[in-house]
């Protein structure tokens, strides 16, 4: 392949691509410019239990410092917005309590699904280019937010996701870190404007300001990473969400078009995004193991799951 760095970025971008990746650009690996803001978020208590975000802070702020001689970070997405069956509210089974889910977790579970896609990448990368690589999806300590603005895949909205203007903000992010030099694309620009629907609409205000969260009072927080009791003053603001949260991207303007993802690997395993906490309140761990195999969603354990089903059922019983 040609030396020029610019015919090489261009065939990372076919490349990745043909892998499945939906989106992707390159930005520099430079400090995030949002340091100092993410070391007082941590510092107010904002992060809840997340104390992970806290370990590696260096590593996490800089790419260079998670990945030594990092010149570039390749960041990538994937459309996640699956087609859901319309649930029928008169024909509804009385025994049947929806419980509902996060639509990045109703297919395959992403953290394996798009590691493998950038270790092809990676693979295909070194042996065209050289230079070394790592590939880094959630669990890394990467702000991979920051860096798929600067690459110009989305500008990062007043709910913190990832916006695109094209596809909207179901979208799964990854990085490669590459010690090569490539051409950075042109940051996103922000196109919220004056709307603030996810403000309004979240029903804990965990989005205390336009582009702030607390986690704390976050419904995806609440039914997955916290893992202790909920606070009963918001427990009946959890409504129906067994696990995760999408009304922020739900009410986004940007996603009222939203292209749907025709990517079997994230095909939905339950077809209305729902399960019934009923049944959720009597799965022995073996159900649940079978049920949630090679699934995000056992990012959550059976007694926390059964936790917020009993939220989702008093929710559903007006308790």
Known sequence: ??????????????????????????????????????????DEGQAGT??????????????????????????????????????DAAAADSSVVPGRIARYALGGDYHEIMKDRLHQLSDWLRQTAGGETRAAVDTAPVMEKDLAARAGVGWVGKNTCVINQGIGSWLLLGEILTTLSLPPDEPAVDRCGACRRCLDACPTGAITAPYQLDARKCISYLTIEH????????????????????????????????????????????????????????????EYAKTLRLSAMKRVKLPQLKRNATIVLNNSQGA
């Open 227 to 286: 893992r202790g009791d909920i606070d009963a003053a918001l427990q009946g603001q959890m409504g129906d969400w067994l696990y995760g949260c999408d009304i922020c991207q739900d009410v986004c303007p940007w996603n009222s078009k939203a292209l749907e993802s025709v990517d079997p690997a994230l095909a939905s395993r339950f077809a209305d995004g729902t399960l019934n906490v009923r049944e959720v309140l009597e799965w022995t761990p073996e």
């Open 1 to 42: 392949m040609s030396s020029d760095p610019h015919q090489l970025s261009s065939a990372i971008k076919q490349r990745a691509r043909e892998l499945g990746f939906d989106l992707v650009g390159i930005a520099p690996a430079s400090p995030s410019r949002y340091r100092d803001y993410l070391r007082r978020w941590l």
């Open 50 to 87: 997340m104390h992970y975000l806290a370990a590696r802070f260096e590593e996490r702020t800089d790419p260079a410092s998670y990945f030594a001689g990092a010149a570039s970070v390749i960041c990538v997405a994937m459309n996640y917005h699956v087609r859901l069956a319309e649930r």
